[in-house]
């Protein structure tokens, strides 16, 4: 069984992790898998779970935005609108331009949540279980198979990482007609916004950084920095609420109500108390390092494919040692 101070230190482990484009949930399941020696489908059930205490700070961070959202959809749902001269607009004491914008993030939440589906849950479902009967019938050792995979996963985020400094535009260095073709969110179109949220969704597989695929497509898509970042962590939401959801329809993660325990495969128990403690633990390091760490990555004068490469080899050769011994 995983002891609660191991837990806690995952948890330290995502909270920091999470702002950085280096794939948090590779990061975890490398831990687990090398220093827990948990099998596969438990080490990610863990970072999913995880996930929730750093989805806790990114709605804290942006509650204004959430907070609009839900107020509008709770008053479209109760047919709040007023007709008078107003187009049709809802009534939130906003004015229309401000409604407009609000319509344009549901719009982008919508459709990138329906583009993390598409790619991200045949993903979960199929490939996982698909590479797990590949290396039992090679009769090659799970951990190790899946550290080497996860390896050229982290070389690949770090093409991805490489790109965005190739294609981004950059506001401070852009001349006039470069800064008037940036973008905003609410610019997006259902269709980018459905192909943004299929990038987030390859996430799924650790070693791929579900930032650096959200922000490389925003930012190939002309959308500025800022907004790219804005977007990318909206996004995190929905998608780190959908996985657990699923893990939990999957049977990974189980919580039984007679007791109120949470378990994760046959490794982990925790009762609800452990509960508020670990995700408590994980949100609070996640709020302290997200302002540094977003500083880091606007200023894009760290060069995160680098760790990604290096990593990644790292990674290969552990996992390549983990089979010849």
């Known amino acids: 069984m995983v002891s609660l101070i191991e837990l806690l230190l995952l948890g330290v482990i995502q909270g920091v992790v999470e702002w950085l484009p280096i794939s948090s949930e590779g990061q975890v399941v490398l831990v687990v898998l090398q220093f827990l020696e948990l099998r596969v489908e438990e080490a990610i059930s863990i970072a999913l779970?995880?996930?929730?205490?750093?989805?806790?700070v990114v709605f804290f961070i942006y509650k204004s935005?959430?907070?609009?959202?839900f107020q509008y959809l709770i008053r479209f749902f109760k047919e709040k609108i007023l007709v008078e001269g107003k187009n049709g607009y809802m009534d939130l004491n906003l004015g229309t331009e401000k409604i407009d914008e609000v319509r344009s993030l549901i719009k982008f939440f919508f459709w990138g949540v329906l583009g993390t589906a598409v790619t991200g849950i045949p993903i979960l479902l199929v490939i996982s279980d698909f590479w797990t009967r590949i290396v039992d019938d090679y009769q090659i050792?799970?951990?190790?198979?899946?550290?080497i995979l996860i390896g050229f996963l982290l070389i690949i985020t770090g093409f991805v990482l490489s790109r965005q400094r190739a294609f981004e535009y950059v506001e401070e260095t852009a001349d006039s007609s470069d800064s008037e073709s940036l973008r905003s969110l609410d610019e997006l179109t259902w269709l980018e916004s459905f192909v943004v949220g299929m990038c987030q969704g390859f996430a799924i597989l650790p070693g791929i950084s579900r930032s650096g695929m959200t922000i490389t497509a925003l930012l190939l898509l002309k959308v500025k920095r800022t907004d790219s970042l804005r977007g990318s962590f909206l996004l995190l939401v929905p998608a780190?609420?959908?996985a657990v959801i699923l893990e939990l329809a999957r049977g990974r993660i189980v919580f039984d109500l007679s007791s109120l325990v949470f378990r994760v495969g046959s490794s982990v128990s925790l009762g609800m108390g452990n509960v508020v403690i670990l995700l408590g633990i994980t949100f609070l390091v996640g709020y302290m390092t997200i302002k540094y760490f977003l500083q880091a990555l606007a200023s894009n004068k760290v060069k995160f494919d680098h760790f990604c490469y290096v990593l990644g080899i790292i990674a290969i050769f552990a996992g390549?040692?983990?089979l010849i011994l």
């Open 240 to 242: 780190s609420l959908g």
């Open 65 to 69: 935005d959430f907070m609009l959202i």
């Open 49 to 56: 779970f995880l996930h929730l205490g750093t989805m806790l």
């Open 141 to 147: 050792d799970l951990g190790s198979a899946s550290t």
């Open 320 to 322: 390549m040692l983990g």
